[in-house]
């Protein structure tokens, strides 16, 4: 959902989040910049094509295309890296948790290359990371399930229990509980491996699973899995709610909200200060209060939002940007 009084300061997060300046050439100085996926789908209506819509807008505002490379599964990274270091890239973003490992490795050996994690945390003295606080956009959601939720069960199904996953589940039975405090939220995942991301009939069976267990609203944070659990929504006449891109649009009136992470940002935001030569090392976490992580409004789920449930909603980022209410992140 758009907010115009609030912009987004991920177009500056280098300037204020700097831990370690690397030498710059001069303003607007060339570069080459360089994308990985993560492993899976590139048009994924999720994490992936949020990336590749932040290189899009980067090369349409700057005239500069951006290389890319799309593995099938996370032990390409190597390759893929190796692969766009041949072709010249100068500063390079990898998108997923799963790269953390690899890129710590990776990263000290090419000095001159500026590498960019996106959702982890890794260290080398060239390599920036950026996080969100999924738990805070995962409250607002929450709040809007617990509203719309007529068992007064709702449910959450992760692609795998990991740190990130936890996240979204925190934030998600904090603003359910904070809406009502009966609600019942019961937690399941796809699977116990990365490629759970990519498991749309997993996910159906388990988002069925939890709707005979008597949740109405799931909130889906399974990447492409997430299309199996959508259709089992629709098919049940209940409801679910997307992540990281707007999903509303997939299943109008099936679909919630959307929980967006916003991915476009990070990596244009990146590309945009390595070509102004304000890149910095480092890590950096976005949430409300950057515009990095909401909840979509459309036309094809204004009619499922009452007047009081978006009151709640934005009663509570006020409070969360405030700091009124702490979010736990689940660790």
């Not at 509203?147 to 229990?161: I, P, R, W, Y």
């Not at 999903?247 to 390595?274: C, E, H, W």
């Amino acid at each position: 959902m758009q907010h115009p009084n609030r912009r987004s300061v991920l177009s500056r997060v280098a300037a204020g989040a700097t831990l370690v300046l690397l030498p710059q050439q001069s303003q607007a100085a060339a570069i080459r910049p360089g994308l990985v996926y993560a492993a899976g789908q590139k048009f994924d209506k999720s994490f992936n094509e949020g990336a590749f819509a932040g290189a899009e807008r980067f090369k349409a505002a700057s005239g500069i295309p951006v290389v890319e490379y799309l593995p099938s599964n996370p032990a390409q990274f190597d390759q893929g890296v190796a692969s766009l270091l041949r072709r010249g890239v100068t500063d390079l973003v990898a998108i997923g948790f799963y790269y953390a490992t690899p890129l710590a490795r990776l990263a000290p050996a090419h000095p001159a290359v500026r590498f960019t994690l996106v959702d982890a945390v890794a260290e080398a003295p060239n390599l920036r990371c950026v996080t969100f606080k999924e738990q805070e956009g995962a409250f607002l959601v929450g709040v809007l399930a617990a509203l719309a939720s007529k068992t007064g069960t709702v449910g959450f199904v992760g692609a795998l229990d990991i740190p990130l996953i936890r996240k979204f589940i925190a934030g998600f039975e904090q603003g359910a509980r904070h809406a009502r405090g009966d609600i019942r939220v019961v937690v399941n995942f796809v699977g116990t491996t990365p490629a759970a991301f990519n498991d749309p009939t997993a996910g159906a069976e388990v988002a069925r699973s939890q709707f005979q267990r008597g949740a109405d609203v799931v909130f889906a944070g399974a990447g492409v899995s997430n299309f199996g659990i959508f259709a089992a929504a629709n098919e049940a006449r209940r409801l679910a709610i997307g992540v990281d891109s707007n999903q509303n649009y997939l299943y109008p009136g099936s679909i919630l909200t959307s929980m967006l992470k916003r991915v476009d940002l990070a990596v244009d935001s990146t590309f945009q200060a390595a070509l102004q030569g304000r890149w910095s090392a480092g890590t950096v976490a976005l949430g409300l209060a950057e515009g990095a992580v909401d909840y979509t409004l459309d036309e094809n789920n204004r009619e499922l939002l009452t007047p009081a449930m978006l009151d709640a909603a934005e009663a509570a980022r006020r409070a969360i940007v405030a700091g009124w209410i702490p979010v736990a992140d689940g660790s």
